[in-house]
């Protein structure tokens, strides 16, 4: 099973500022299979990124991902208040899909 | 609109069984993959199960191997979770989620809002 270790846990910021999340592999991951998600509390993830780099029509262009092998990164440009969530990087390979922990995005 | 919804969850006793129901529509059911995602409370998400769109291939998370099983019926548009030997460590909310049509392998583009399952004595 691959695990996905995301970090950090907690990220605290202000609107306007650039968030920056990691998601580690416990080996290589092919980049056509990572994804990220957002969650706000008392809803259902919503798909932001996949491919490691694709967004999804609707998903505005301030989301953005990177990476390759065994380390990718979300990063939000500049944040709204709409961005304060939790973010989940997942690797879906189908018969082995993982999610990694969750990083929660909080205003400071 | 894509639409998604879960029902038949609830209070189950440990070692009990329950039978989780998805609706869809909006959207060509036979068409697509389909998976179960659970969160318990509190916690963060786990992949539970995935179903093709013909039923040919199932996949389960070593957690509920051979615990629970994953059923469609395309005539109906829906999917389904029966749950056998629930334990504590079940408590969830379940959702069904949809697999996305990027070409091989891809993400979970809808989900439903989710079914609370809570098994306690």
């Known amino acids: 099973e691959i695990v996905l270790t995301q970090s950090p846990g907690t990220l605290s910021l202000s609107p306007g500022e650039r968030a920056t999340l990691s998601c580690r592999a416990s080996?290589?991951?092919?980049?056509?299979?990572l994804a990220w998600y957002q969650q706000k509390p008392g809803q259902a993830p919503r798909l932001l990124i996949y491919?490691?780099?694709s967004r999804p029509t609707g998903i505005p262009d301030r989301f953005s991902g990177s990476g390759s092998g065994t380390d990718y990164t979300l990063t939000i440009s500049r944040l709204e208040p709409e961005d304060f969530a939790v973010y989940y990087c997942?690797?879906?390979?189908?018969?082995?899909?993982?999610f990694g922990q969750g990083t929660k995005v909080e205003i400071k | 609109e894509v639409q998604l919804v879960e029902s038949g969850g609830g209070l189950v006793k440990p070692g009990g069984s329950l039978r989780l129901s998805c609706a869809a529509s909006?959207?060509?059911?036979?068409?697509?993959?389909m998976n179960w995602v659970r969160q318990a409370p509190g916690k963060g998400l786990e992949w539970v199960s995935f179903?093709?769109?013909?039923?040919?291939?199932?996949y389960y998370a070593d957690s509920v191997k051979g615990r629970f099983t994953i059923s469609r019926d395309n005539t109906k548009n829906s999917l389904y979770l029966q749950m056998h030997s629930l334990r504590a460590d079940d408590t969830a909310v379940y959702f069904c989620?949809?697999?996305?049509?990027?070409?091989?392998?891809?993400?979970?583009?809808?989900w439903g809002q989710g079914t609370l399952v809570t098994v306690s004595s």
């Open positions: 491919d490691a780099s």
């Open positions: 909006g959207f060509s059911f036979i068409a697509y993959n």
């Open positions: 997942q690797q879906y390979r189908r018969s082995t899909q993982t």
């Open positions: 179903i093709s769109d013909s039923g040919t291939y199932i």
């Open positions: 080996q290589s991951v092919s980049s056509i299979y």
């Open positions: 989620a949809r697999e996305g049509d990027y070409g091989g392998h891809s993400p979970l583009d809808y």
